[in-house]
């Protein structure tokens, strides 16, 4: 199996090995950096006065103390110049690796840095997890990658839209990490990653254990029996691409084909930029919606979670508990939840459990 490395996971490595280790001349300079003893001198200074005064037995255990936090003070502040010293060289050499990545890769050899990167204790997605599918795992430059027929891992769509349409139009084999499924219940945090096979998304296929249910925050609100308003989740550039899909004709066509069944108000949201993009489960709690349609986006999860049915018409991990087809807008789905959860709860994990094999080896028991 192929692993494609990213330049961006490439360069992180180049930063780690390189820009974490100081040369001797970075170690001479630190080791150069001036002591202030600024707050041992005031001290010595006071002992001194107390001394000449005659007060110094009478404050000898004070003194001794005060002295004492004034060091502590001085090696306090010189440490912290020490560390904003290496900090700051640290940075220098990461830029200078970032902006001349070309220039290095080229300098070392593409096959050695991965060769390095292989047997080194770094982890990253795609080695890590790839590593622990197939300890014999070729690691390669993701833009090296050509043999299509070839198994291989990969991470995110970015980039690899022309791998993943050509991978899932002509069913060859790859194993697949993005994003998990319930990340708008952790905040800001990323927490949740899910790995696939021969697919992006995963199917809800399986009778799991209940064992895992304790990864969720919170479990979703009742489902919904009301509302107003049908939301329409639009797919982004790069799930588009994947599925041949033109936003505009697609858009259209929904529409067309919800005024056959129904008069309620549609309502389109499209993929923008996630600083510029509004909480979409903190919306889904607040509005009256009747159903969420979307292609499979993971939006559709957080409707769920928001207790609003969903129209999902491609593969994803809430295909057992929604509808499939526009004509279904009547009928929609309210389904028990509780198998979905435990399989929901098999199908996404943490960085952690990336790296030791957990995943793989609850992909490979349920999922494959």
Wanted: with cysteine; charged share 25%.
């Amino acid at each position: 199996m192929k692993a494609l490395i990213s330049d961006k996971e490439i360069a992180n490595f180049l930063v780690t090995t390189i820009a974490n280790s100081f040369s001797d001349a970075d170690i001479e300079t630190a080791l150069s950096l001036e002591y202030n003893e600024q707050e041992t001198g005031n001290e010595i200074l006071n002992i001194i006065e107390k001394r000449d005064a005659g007060k110094i037995d009478k404050f000898k255990d004070k003194l001794k103390g005060k002295l004492r936090l004034a060091v502590d003070r001085d090696l306090r502040a010189h440490i912290e110049k020490l560390q904003n010293f290496l900090n700051n060289t640290r940075k220098r050499k990461e830029y200078v690796i970032r902006q001349n990545f070309s220039k290095i890769v080229e300098k070392l050899g593409v096959e050695n840095i991965l060769d390095l990167y292989k047997l080194s204790d770094e982890h990253g997605f795609v080695k890590s997890v790839g590593l622990q599918i197939d300890e014999n795992t070729q690691l390669v430059r993701r833009s090296t990658y050509q043999n299509s027929l070839d198994d291989c891992i990969l991470r995110n769509t970015t980039g690899n839209e022309n791998i993943l349409v050509d991978k899932i139009d002509n069913a060859l084999p790859f194993w697949f990490i993005d994003s998990g499924y319930t990340n708008f219940l952790e905040g800001k945090q990323k927490k949740w990653h899910r790995l696939t096979r021969n697919h992006i998304h995963q199917l809800p296929t399986f009778q799991p254990p209940v064992d895992r249910l304790s990864i969720f925050k919170e479990f979703p609100k009742p489902w919904r029996t009301g509302g107003s308003d049908i939301l329409i989740i639009e797919p982004g550039p790069f799930s588009a691409a994947i599925f041949h899909v033109d936003v505009q004709q697609w858009r259209n066509a929904i529409e067309s084909e919800l005024r056959k069944y129904t008069d309620k108000p549609i309502k389109f949201r499209p993929k923008i930029d996630k600083k510029n993009r509004q909480s979409l489960y903190q919306e889904l709690l607040n509005e009256d919606y009747y159903c969420v349609i979307n292609i499979n986006s993971n939006a559709a999860t957080e409707a769920v979670w928001a207790g609003i049915p969903i129209i999902t018409l491609d593969r994803h991990i809430t295909n057992s508990i929604s509808r499939s087809k526009i004509s279904e807008i009547n009928d929609l789905a309210r389904p028990h939840l509780a198998n979905w959860l435990c399989m929901l709860s098999y199908s996404q994990f943490t960085y952690n459990e990336l790296i030791n094999g957990t995943a793989s080896a609850i992909i490979k028991n349920y999922h494959v």
